[in-house]
Nanobody, 121 residues
Framework: QVQVVESGGGLVQAGGSLRLSCAASGRFFSVNVMGWYRQSPGKERELVATVSTAGSTNYADSVKGRFTISRDNAKMTLYLQMNSLKTEDTAGYYC???????????????WGQGTQVTVSS
């Protein structure tokens, strides 16, 4: 099973930047897609960005051009560089890791506990 821990959230003024990190650890055969999601009170969790093992990325329209997702496969770490932050980016940010625990086994995903990002005006 994969354990996921996010870090890097905090309070920042609009227009500022933050960098989130997500460390994955545990026993597994292979990790596939890793991604960031966010959720605000009263709203459903939404996709922010994903990145495949090969480096292919996918972004929500609302963050394109401002956020950059990247991963270090050797360190099993995922990053989210967030620039030009807006008040509407305020949310809990969650890391998701897709993986196979054993070769030929079922595909699973693990989630972290989240890290809060608050953008003030």
């Amino acid at each position: 099973q994969v354990q996921v821990v996010e870090s890097g959230g905090g309070l920042v003024q609009a227009g500022g930047s933050l960098r989130l990190s997500c460390a994955a650890s545990g026993r597994f055969f292979s990790v596939n897609v890793m991604g960031w999601y966010r959720q605000s009170p009263g709203k459903e969790r939404e996709l922010v960005a994903t990145v495949s093992t090969a480096g292919s990325t996918n972004y929500a329209d609302s963050v394109k051009g401002r956020f950059t997702i990247s991963r270090d496969n050797a360190k099993m770490t995922l990053y989210l560089q967030m620039n030009s932050l807006k008040t509407e980016d305020t949310a809990g940010y969650y890391c998701s890791v897709g993986y196979w625990a054993i070769s030929g086994g079922p595909y699973s995903d693990s989630w972290g506990q989240g890290t809060q990002v608050t953008v003030s005006s």
